[in-house]
C-alpha cells in the first residue's frame, strides 16, 4: 500500500509548539493549497522532533513551503465527550520556498526565552 502525500502550500496559521510527555517536539499548522478560483483548501499538519523546532522557528503564517509525508487518522474527544475522527498529515520533509531574505528583511527567529518547556 501507497500512502504519500506531496504538497505546496502557504501556511495559514503559525505553528503550534509544544512538547510530549515524553519529551518529543512537535508542531502543528494548517496549509492553504489553493484550487484556483474556486477558493482553497486547509489541510492540518503536524510535524515532530528537529523538523518540529525548525517550523516553530522559522515559519510564519504566509509562508510558502513544500511538504511530503503520509495521512493519517486518529480520534479525539470533544469537549462534550464524543468521540471525533481527525485525518491530518504528517510531514517528515518539509521544503521552504520563499526566500530567506525578502528586501532586505531579515527572518526573525523566535526567541529561545519563548520556547514553550516540556511537560
Known amino acids: 500500500m501507497i500512502n504519500r502525500v506531496v504538497l505546496v502550500g502557504r501556511l495559514a496559521t503559525d505553528s503550534v509548539f509544544r512538547y510530549s510527555r515524553d519529551g518529543l517536539a512537535i508542531s502543528a499548522f494548517s496549509l492553504a493549497i489553493g484550487r484556483g ?57 518539509l521544503r521552504f520556498l520563499d526566500p530567506p531574505l525578502v528586501l532586505g528583511e531579515e527572518i526573525e527567529q523566535r526567541e529561545t526565552a519563548s520556547q514553550p518547556s516540556q511537560g
Open 37 to 93: 478560483e474556486t477558493g482553497s483548501d486547509f489541510m492540518p499538519v503536524v510535524v515532530f522532533r528537529r523538523l518540529a523546532e525548525a517550523t516553530w522557528r522559522y515559519l510564519r503564517k504566509g509562508r510558502l513551503v513544500g511538504i511530503e509525508g503520509r495521512l493519517a487518522s486518529r480520534t479525539l474527544d470533544t469537549n462534550d465527550g464524543e468521540p471525533r475522527r481527525v485525518i491530518e498529515i504528517v510531514a517528515d520533509r
